[in-house]
């Protein structure tokens, strides 16, 4: 699919075989998480424009490269994406965070909506929408129609792990939304679980199971 892109650096793909092992308990899976959220954003921001500014080193005078005051956001799904806000933030420090409170009800698994809170100038920013499973795609498509409604123009979704159910249905809502993950799985369970996946993201996060 054209508006994906699978981060396969091989830290990422080390770290992602610890996280998914259900063995690892909540503190190692906390770091691991935010420590795959690090290394995924350098790849999500890899196209975020330069220019150039006049600096003198303590040898000698030259034009070097900064970032040109693009405005960025990130806004992490609650619970999970909370779990990789932490991660991006270490890299891009003077980020605003928006959040968006999603759930997936158990029967149906769709999702319901409970809480926004979005920086005032969100329509500004180039937005990174942050939740780590993409299992149907209905959390992540509410997601991006949230931050659309706010006028925002430019949304990137980072994940962790997508199954192919929910890169379809993000290809259908929002085919103008790249995708940036470090796997595509294989496919749902009856309980809309990513098989193999790596279990529930939130409660594996917060030790709520
Ligand atoms: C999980 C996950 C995503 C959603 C993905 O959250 O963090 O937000 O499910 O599923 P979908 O693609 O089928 O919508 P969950 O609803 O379990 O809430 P939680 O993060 O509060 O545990
Ligand atoms: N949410 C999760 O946390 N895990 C899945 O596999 C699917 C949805």
């Known amino acids: 699919m054209k508006n994906v892109v699978v981060?396969?650096?091989?830290l990422v793909q080390h770290k992602l075989?610890?996280?998914?092992?259900?063995?690892?308990g909540t503190k190692d899976f906390r770091m691991l998480l935010r420590e795959?959220?690090?290394?995924?954003?350098?790849?999500?921001?890899?196209d975020l424009p330069?220019?150039?500014?006049?600096?003198?080193?303590?040898?000698?005078?030259?034009?070097?490269?900064?970032?040109?005051?693009?405005?960025?956001?990130?806004?992490?799904?609650?619970?999970?994406?909370?779990?990789?806000?932490?991660?991006?933030?270490?890299?891009?420090?003077?980020?605003?965070v928006g959040h968006i409170g999603l759930y997936r009800n158990p029967e149906t698994l769709l999702p319901?909506?409970?809480?926004?809170?979005?920086?005032?100038?969100?329509?500004e920013r180039d937005m990174i929408l942050v939740d780590p499973m993409l299992a149907t795609g209905g959390s992540a498509v509410v997601g991006i129609n949230v931050l659309?409604?706010?006028?925002?123009?430019?949304?990137?979704l980072m994940c962790l792990v997508a199954a192919p159910e929910g890169l379809k249905a993000m290809y259908e809502a929002h085919p103008d939304?790249?995708?940036?993950?470090?796997?595509?799985?294989?496919h749902l369970n009856d309980h809309g679980y990513i098989v193999p996946g790596l279990g529930d993201a939130g409660d594996r996060i917060f030790g709520t199971k």
């Open 148 to 156: 659309k409604e706010a006028g925002c123009k430019t949304v990137r």
């Open 177 to 186: 939304v790249t995708i940036y993950t470090a796997a595509i799985d294989s």
């Open 50 to 96: 330069l220019e150039e500014k006049q600096i003198e080193t303590p040898v000698a005078k030259m034009t070097a490269k900064v970032l040109a005051g693009r405005k960025l956001g990130i806004v992490p799904i609650l619970r999970a994406g909370l779990g990789m806000a932490d991660g991006i933030m270490d890299l891009i420090p003077a980020a605003k």
């Open 7 to 10: 981060i396969d650096h091989p």
């Open 17 to 24: 075989t610890f996280l998914r092992d259900r063995t690892t």
């Open 36 to 46: 795959l959220a690090m290394l995924m954003a350098y790849e999500v921001t890899r």
């Open 112 to 123: 319901q909506d409970y809480y926004h809170k979005l920086p005032p100038d969100t329509s």
